[in-house]
């Protein structure tokens, strides 16, 4: 189990057994690289801890546990976990500042006790089928187990191909489960139970606040996040692209000592930063290292990708992060990330079709809308009728993110079992409800803040790097940033049709206007584009008709839909979603697939995807 994820550590190893439980553990070394090895015990070595993370906060914690008598045998953070849990229990969470997933086990009581960090940065997942129970950072690590019974969970099929990702405790494996973000769970005698300690909320909004006034407070939390997330024993580098987010968190990195940052293009300068990034880099005197994939690059790693997500993830951008981290770990072992600022300062221009909205809503009558929803929606496609349907709708519905990729017509179309269908907005909806009666750009970021960023954004972001043995740090994904974005009114994170106000306003003292105010581009690929391209396409093509894509999906649907793109409609998010999920279900379930008609032509890829030592 523990080489199924020596990507994760691959400096060291080391193994503790009872007669109740058994723990690995794989180490990157990062701060104490001498001392500091895991499976670390207790004063009374009947504690044992597995912990993966960082505790930013580590010392004061320290400090705080010292002036109660405990004793420290290295200088590492993971000791202030084991002897915190010891002092205050479940209670210690409340104290800690970071990125982390850990288990403490306990040998005299045989409870095992897990922890996931605030936002889930770091994974944390667990099996338990009522006889065995299991957990590992990726699901990989339990396929080594004789117990553990590997069996697809078809019944959120149509959960993924709305979303991407499973927005859940679930996964698409049955009787494994996600530790949510901000939770912990206590395995008592059999039974697995899980509590939340932290949930972002917005119940403090400040509505005197101003632009200039919270600009003012964001250069100070940032500048204290980032001088926080440098801590290490190793060099720290940064990712760069040519926007806003990664650009502020260099400067500030920069003000602390030398750092090299690292950017990913591609030859067709359309989608291609270098230019941006490498001209940023040498303004503020430091030195980028540019890095380049092409087609090939992307298609070819593809099932290898879909192994290390666990979970099949269509999102475009894995692909460039894999390469970025991969070529960033040649020169570090620690890089810092801008992920986080879009969520909570609100960054996504989709934020800005809020205000339209909620004038419809206030003007015209919910029945008026009910009917011209319903009047136009079979209507052929004009100017507005997009607008009259959703308008119609309510939030929880209506939002984006909600049918991201398939909506429900959509999945109609192209599952083979429309049984298998369900209304993605129900499984939502308790989100929603959660900030019930606030305004709805307030409910869209929280929306995020607790499906997109976990379960996408830092979900790629880990395993991305985690496979190359990177670590990656994620300053603006932090508790004490995340406690002041949560007082932002409206107006100080959108103004008029700029996003993310308040933090350009903040980062215009510090970077150069045209950064500041770029325009936000996302990741961008030519994936769109290479998908025209016959060698792409025929891979694509070979893998709508293949066994898999006959087991789950209308063939015929999905050749329609590769057929519309290569026409000029723009199919390719589903388009992507579909294949990915094809091959992640080759990667995983191969005893499906053993005469399947991708498996023979790409096979020598999947052969290539790493297996326990």
Known sequence: MANRIRHRGPDDEAYFSDDKATMGFRRLSIIDLAHGKQPMYNQDQTKVLTFNGEIYNYQDIRKELQDLGYEFRTDVDSEVLIHGYDAWGADLLQKLRGMYAFVIYDSKTGDVFGARDHFGIKPLYYYDDGDTFLWASEIKAFLEHPKFNKEFNKDLLAIHLSFEFIPSKDTMFKNVFKLLPGHYFLHHNGQTETHEYYRFNYDHIDENQTIEEDAKKIRKIVDESVDAHMIADVEVGSFLSSGIDSSYVLNEAAKLKPIQSFSLGFNDSKYSELSWSTEFA????????????????????????????DEPLSNPSAMQLYYLSKGTREHVKVALSGEGADEFFGGYNTYLEAKPFETYQKWVPAGIRRLLGAAVVNLPRFHGRRFLVRGAQPLSERYYRVNYVFDYHDRDRILKDPSLNMDAGAYTKHIFDDVKGKDEMTQMQYFDINTWLPYDILHKADRMSMCNSLEVRTPLVDKEVAKFAATMPIKTRIRGT??????????????????????????????????????????????????????????????????????????????????????????????DTSADTVSKVRRTDIDKIPVAN
């Open 498 to 591: 700029e996003t993310k106000v308040s933090l350009r306003t903040a980062a215009l003292s510090e970077l150069p206007e045209r950064v500041a105010k770029k325009e936000k581009l996302g990741f961008p690929s030519p994936i769109a584009s290479w998908i025209k391209e016959d060698k792409y396409r025929t891979r694509i093509e070979e893998a709508f008709t293949s066994d898999v894509a006959k087991k789950f999906f209308n063939t015929d649907a999905l050749l329609e839909i590769l057929q519309e793109h290569i026409n000029g409609k723009s199919s390719m998010q589903k388009i992507f979603t579909i294949y990915t999920f094809i091959l992640w279900y080759q990667v995983y379930f191969p005893e």
């Open 282 to 309: 040498k303004e503020i005197k430091q030195q980028n290292t540019p890095l380049t994939m092409t087609g090939d690059d992307y298609f070819d790693i593809l099932p290898t990708i879909m192994y290390y997500m």
